[in-house]
């Protein structure tokens, strides 16, 4: 399986951004999957930020909450992350992956906030 994501770019404090993530294999479908977005700053370990359901049911960590949205396109095979009122401290590679994490990721999407 293999994730790409896309999306991201240097912007403004108070900015938005929408992350998108593209998920492929043989014989994977992220239908009936939990899926996730997870983010990595420099120098710290890869934190789990966001997740949706194969149903659509969505949980965030409290520090994104209220201002990022986690969605899906089944039929796609596609995650994304819609983050709004981004702070500099949500610098960050940010990626994607199944919830738990498989062990291959993606190279992900650098996302800088800074005036």
């Known amino acids: 399986v293999q994730f790409v994501e896309s999306g991201g770019g240097l912007v403004q404090p108070g900015g938005s951004l929408r992350l998108s993530c593209q998920v492929s294999g043989r014989i994977f479908t992220i239908y009936g999957r939990t899926m996730a977005w997870f983010r990595q700053a420099p120098g710290a370990q890869r934190d789990w930020l966001a997740s949706t359901t194969k149903i659509g049911a969505t949980t965030y960590a409290d520090s994104v909450k209220g201002r990022f949205t986690i969605s899906r396109n089944n039929a796609k095979d596609q995650i994304y992350l819609e983050m709004t009122n981004l702070k500099p401290e949500d610098t960050a590679v940010y990626y994607c992956?199944?919830?738990?994490?498989?062990?291959?990721w993606g190279q992900g999407t650098q996302v800088s906030v800074a005036s």
């Open positions: 992956n199944v919830n738990p994490p498989l062990d291959n």
